[in-house]
């Protein structure tokens, strides 16, 4: 399928699962533009007034749960984007991702027909990584494999002009490393958004040892311009947000093989007794099971503490391609 094909697919798909849309509230200016000026009527431009927030350009790599969710943000607070994926059925994918999420939001009243149109026509799909090569924002979102991430930043660092930043959506892929492989580790960040993109409001801005500060403030300006709340840490394994959430995960998951209760169970425990939204296995089948699997592995290898080791079940459970919900399986049916 080509660009054509794609274009098209663009205007008329209309079904893949994906999440609720979002209300944005982007409350610095773009970072990646030129400023305008300030009314006071304006302080606060949302994604339902794009006229305020003009200007820039980012490159999404990755069409999956997160690239697509990434680029629909970008492309609400005013980004040209292209999003690129390695075949084009995964772009096509992460379009109809895009355009269902665009459509509900139209349909609960959070966004107009026309606003939703302005939002898809900022996305271009492709596969074709050169595409990317004019963005002032590049960030990452491909599978959680260091030796794929490496090379795909080895790619766009000799591409990309000197002064474009480049960013990783990775879980627990050391920053430093990418940024060394990029090539241009000053101009290189963490940029570890949440799933799903459009409704969870953090962004962690993830420092790598060369992290320069310019480079920090413009990922943090641009996290903020699509909405989000940045925070700050430093690169370590799992960084703040999966150092603490997996080994949680991996202990329900535990628990589930070891037999002391049912899926439903183990979820409804931390549903009900800590005020989790969701319980620790409904949400590691919505992050993905390979990914969780791919972290752990990170946390253990990084930390050498048999306290992250993963679960066999878990193991099991990636072996077989039941990933969780994006492969219809995990530990629940979809
Ligand atoms: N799933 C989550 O909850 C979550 C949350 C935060 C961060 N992340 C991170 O985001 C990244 C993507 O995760 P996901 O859940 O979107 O995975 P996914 O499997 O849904 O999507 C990954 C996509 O990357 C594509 N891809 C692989 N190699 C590529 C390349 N060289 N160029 C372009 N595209 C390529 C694949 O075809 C696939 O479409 C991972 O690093 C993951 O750790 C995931």
Known sequence: M?????????????SVLSWRGAAFAARRRPLLSEPEP?????VHPSPANPRRMQGGKVAVIGAGQMGSGIAQVAAQTGYAVVMRDVEDRFVAGGLAAI?????????????TAQERE??????????DVKRCADADLVIEAVVEDLDVKRRLFQELGAMCPPATILASNTSSIPITVLGVASGRPDRFAGMHFFNPVPVMKLVELIRGAETSDSTAAAVRAAGERMGKTVVEVHDFPGFVSNRVLMPMINEAIFALGEGVATPEAIDQVMKLGMNHPMGPLELADFIGLDTCLAILNVLHDGFKDPKYRPAPLLVKKVQAGHLGKKSGRGFYQY
């Open 99 to 111: 355009r269902k999420n665009l459509d509900r939001a139209v349909e609960k009243g959070r966004l």
């Open 2 to 14: 080509g660009e054509r094909r794609l274009r098209s697919l663009r205007s008329s798909v209309s």
């Open 118 to 127: 302005a939002a898809f026509g900022r996305v271009a799909g492709t596969t």
């Open 38 to 42: 300030m009314s006071g009527a304006n």
